[in-house]
C-alpha cells in the first residue's frame, strides 16, 4: 500500500508506472525542451503524478506548461505535476550516478536477499546496476529490478 494513498502498490501497478513513463517523458521532453521527466507515479487507479525538472529550477508555471503538454492524459487521469524536492526521485542510471556518496531508499520489484525495500549511501552506479552500502557488504541491484528510488533527504 501506498503510505500517501491507501492504493495498493502491486507488479501490476509498477509496470503501469513503468508504461505511462515511457509514453509521458518524450512527450513532455519533446513539447518542453530542456524538462526532464525523472519520474511517473501512479498515486490511485485514476491519479498519477509526474515530477520534472530542470537546470532553472522548477516553479508553477512550468507545471502548468507540463500539464497542459499532458492534456490527453486528463481524461483518465488526475494528473499532478511536481517539483523533485529535496527527496529526488531516482529512476535512471544517471540519477543514482549524480548521488554518489549519498543515501538513498530503493524498492525492488522482486526480493534480493530476502527483502525489496533497501536503504543505503551509493557506492557505485553504472550502465546496468546501482551498487549501495547495505549494512556490512556492498549490494548490487540491477536497474531493471528497481520499480522505485528516491533520495534521503539527511538536511
Known amino acids: ?29 519533446r513539447g518542453l525542451p530542456g524538462v526532464e521527466v ?3 507515479e501512479l498515486l490511485s487507479p485514476s491519479r498519477l503524478r509526474v515530477y520534472v525538472d530542470r537546470e532553472e529550477g522548477v516553479d508553477h508555471a512550468l507545471c502548468e506548461r507540463v500539464t497542459n503538454v499532458l492534456r490527453s492524459y486528463l481524461a483518465d487521469f488526475t494528473v ?17 550516478a549524480s548521488v554518489t556518496g549519498h543515501r538513498v531508499a530503493v524498492r525492488t520489484e522482486r526480493e534480493l536477499e530476502g527483502r ?5 549511501e551509493v557506492l557505485a552506479a553504472d550502465e546496468d546496476a ?26
Open 1 to 29: 500500500m501506498s503510505k500517501e494513498t491507501g492504493y495498493p502498490m502491486t507488479t501490476t501497478t509498477y509496470a503501469r508506472e513503468r508504461t505511462l513513463q515511457e509514453e509521458i517523458a518524450p512527450t513532455v521532453e
Open 116 to 120: 525489496n525495500r533497501f536503504r543505503g
Open 130 to 155: 546501482v551498487t549501495l552500502a547495505v549494512g556490512s557488504e556492498p549490494l548490487r541491484i540491477p536497474y531493471e529490478a528497481i520499480v522505485r528510488g528516491n533520495l534521503i533527504d539527511e538536511g
Open 80 to 96: 499532478e505535476v511536481s517539483s523533485p524536492g529535496p527527496e529526488r526521485p531516482l529512476r535512471k542510471p544517471g540519477h543514482f
Open 38 to 40: 525523472l519520474a511517473v
